[in-house]
């Protein structure tokens, strides 16, 4: 895959905005979410609860490949931590709550066609519910 998420002009990933209300500093990556995963991400309050939901979105928007104070990030092996392209991060499995999981990739200087201007980039790959 490239460095571009679309695919033959296909866009799969649509912005995922914070839930509840607007952060107040401004997020150093742009959140996307799988569109196959937008009715998950618009759950994620309801599953999870606002607090929860909050800071996982002010941890993937401003450090991503940090460590998350309360949730437990885990870096995936194998095919399915694989980057979706150049510039891409391993696949991230951030354990939000018991049942619930989002693994998520970044990019620190996406650029969204090839005359783009570099910036940085959370792509929620996944969004699960259930158990492992």
Do not use: C
């Not at 196959?36 to 939901?53: C, E, K, P, S, T």
């Not at 989002?102 to 090839?114: E, S």
Request: aromatic share 10%.
């Amino acid at each position: 895959m490239s460095d571009d998420p679309a695919v033959g002009g296909y866009r799969p990933f649509a912005a995922a905005r914070r839930p509840g209300s607007s952060p107040e500093t401004k997020p150093a990556y742009r959140v996307l979410v799988h569109k196959q995963y937008m009715d998950h991400w618009n759950q994620l309050v309801n599953r999870v609860g606002i607090q929860q939901a909050q800071q996982f979105w002010d941890h993937v928007a401003t450090n991503p490949g940090g460590t998350d104070p309360i949730a437990q990030t885990t870096i995936l092996k194998g095919k399915v931590g694989d980057p979706m392209g150049p510039g891409w991060s391993k696949t991230v499995h951030y354990e939000i709550s018991g049942a619930g999981r989002i693994n998520f990739q970044f990019n620190n200087a996406f650029k969204g066609g090839a005359n783009g201007d570099g910036h940085k980039v959370v792509a929620i790959r996944t969004i699960s519910y259930g158990s492992h």
